[in-house]
């Protein structure tokens, strides 16, 4: 979620190669197969940058909407390489990050907005 913020917040700060390798990282820490998280978050990072704009500009509710959206597909494409890896399916239970990311978004967008203002980080 701090990468969608910080990429909302500053579109072209952050590489994409530097996202790939932090999912890259994650993948070794919860030794999963490795890119699955590197996919996702760089699903992610590539729909954050397609819509910041918009996102940007859209009141606390539709940004939960929208996170929702983004976090369910990066989920999906977890999903898709655990299968491809022969391993079971969680079933429905995969919405659930999705679904509480969407609800911590207004504490964690509103506490980077207050960090970010409190070390001048947007000026």
């Not at 760089?42 to 704009?53: G, H, I, R, T």
């Not at 655990?82 to 509103?110: C, D, N």
Request: charged share 10%.
């Amino acid at each position: 979620m701090v990468a969608v913020y910080w990429i909302i917040a500053f579109p072209f700060s952050i590489s994409l190669v530097a996202l790939c390798l932090l999912g890259l990282f994650q993948d070794l820490l919860e030794g999963v197969p490795f890119g699955q998280h590197s996919l996702g978050i760089v699903v992610v990072a590539y729909l954050c940058l397609f819509s910041y704009q918009r996102v940007r500009n859209f009141n606390t509710l539709k940004q939960m909407i929208s996170l929702f959206i983004m976090i369910t597909i990066a989920q999906l494409t977890d999903n898709w390489v655990q299968g491809m890896a022969g391993r079971p399916l969680a079933g429905i239970s995969f919405i659930y990050p999705a679904f509480t990311s969407a609800l911590f978004w207004p504490v964690i967008r509103y506490s980077l907005d207050f960090f970010g203002n409190k070390l001048r980080v947007f000026e």
